[in-house]
């Protein structure tokens, strides 16, 4: 792990990318210790696998409190995983980018995202074929918890075409810049 920090973190420290590394929840356990990554503003963790244990270690870790920009595609994070990311205003409070394109988030993880959310300056989020219904889609598009959102994907989801333009108008999705339904 000490080799792909030293040859994927960028020279002024603050872009990290590991996309399709599959370090899973070890990796992330180590990466949460490595202060090395504590000046990153850019993290691609795509396609690493962390599951809901990596996204609670990333949660949990203050290294990662500069983050503005986080990939989490296709890294089997479902319910547990979205909670824990959901509620680390302390560590994820700068978050505006969130991509969690590609995971298992269901329509329970929609629920909770959309009431539990904490990272209050999110303005761009990708939940992009996740498996999420209408009931997940109808609760993200009432919530009140994305103050500074001005674009959303949820495509290839689990949606009704009734639910999706009935979703165009819900509170939080009438005043987005871009949305992808």
Known sequence: MDRIVQERLSENGREFDIKGFCVGSNGMEIFADDERLAKVKRMNLGGNRIGDKGAKILAESVTFSKLQWLELGGNDIGVE?????????????????????????????????????????????????????????????????????????????FTSEEVREEARYGSNFKKLQSINL
Request: glycine residues 6%.
């Open 81 to 157: 995983g979205i909670k824990a990311l959901a509620n680390a205003s302390t560590v994820l409070g700068k978050l505006k980018t969130l991509n969690l394109y590609r995971n298992s988030l269901k329509d329970a993880g929609a629920k909770i995202f959309a009431k539990e959310n904490k990272l209050v300056n999110l303005e761009d989020i990708d939940l992009a074929q996740n498996e999420i219904g209408d009931e997940g889609l109808i609760a993200l598009s009432e919530s009140k918890a994305f103050p500074h959102l001005v674009a959303i994907y949820l495509d290839n989801n």
